[in-house]
């Protein structure tokens, strides 16, 4: 079993790491997938100086990369509550802990690879339709989802498009 640095480097680069992420990016990588927007949530020890000094440092070291229209990126919370410990958990105590949301780029792929492809499977064997319908959703309502989906795709394919332009253009001058 591995130790983990407790301090808020340590924990905050931990956090960031794609293998810690809610969502499996098996080729996440830091400096192509960009972030639009983060929020970084501390509980515990952690004072507002510490805070705002791992987020410089992410942001120095390449941790973290932002789209070039969201230059600062990052909400910072802060909870000076402990992190509560509950009876019979198989949760280490800690003196504090982080938790991030971030909007990615690289959230397009699992749009692409995953979630159209099952989508796509299973209506085409008309999959849970039946329990859809009756309970008052219009056939035609799948449809629709379907299409939002895929301009969700675009959307985020769209950003990416957008960035490697605005890079070619900068290159040029």
């Given at each position: 079993m591995e130790t983990q640095r407790c301090d808020i480097q340590g924990i905050t680069e931990t956090c960031f790491s794609?293998?810690?992420?809610?969502?499996?990016?098996?080729?996440?990588?830091?400096?192509?997938?960009?972030?639009?927007?983060i929020s970084v949530n501390y509980r515990g020890d952690v004072k507002a100086k510490e805070a705002n000094a791992t987020v410089q440092w992410l942001k120095t070291n390449k941790k973290v990369t932002f789209v070039e229209w969201?230059?600062?990126?990052?909400?910072?919370?802060?909870?000076?509550?402990?992190?509560?410990?509950?009876?019979?958990?198989?949760v280490?105590?800690?003196?504090?802990?982080?938790?991030m949301i971030g909007?990615?780029?690289?959230?397009?792929?699992?749009?692409s690879e995953r979630?159209?492809?099952?989508y796509d499977l299973m209506y085409s064997?008309?999959?849970?339709?039946?329990?859809?319908?009756?309970?008052?959703?219009e056939e035609g309502e799948f449809a629709e989802a379907r299409e939002d989906l895929g301009?969700?795709?675009?959307?985020?394919?769209?950003?990416?498009?957008?960035?490697?332009?605005?890079?070619?253009?900068?290159e040029s001058d």
């Open positions: 794609a293998q810690n992420f809610f969502t499996k990016i098996a080729d996440f990588d830091a400096e192509e997938d960009k972030y639009m927007a969201c230059p600062t990126g990052f909400k910072v919370g802060l909870n000076d509550e402990p992190p509560a410990v509950l009876e019979d958990d198989d280490a105590p800690s003196k504090r802990n982080i938790v909007n990615n780029t690289a959230i397009s792929r699992v749009f979630i159209s492809k099952k064997q008309r999959a849970f339709v039946h329990w859809y319908v009756g309970e008052g959703m301009f969700l795709e675009k959307d985020y394919l769209d950003v990416l498009s957008e960035q490697a332009t605005d890079e070619a253009d900068d």
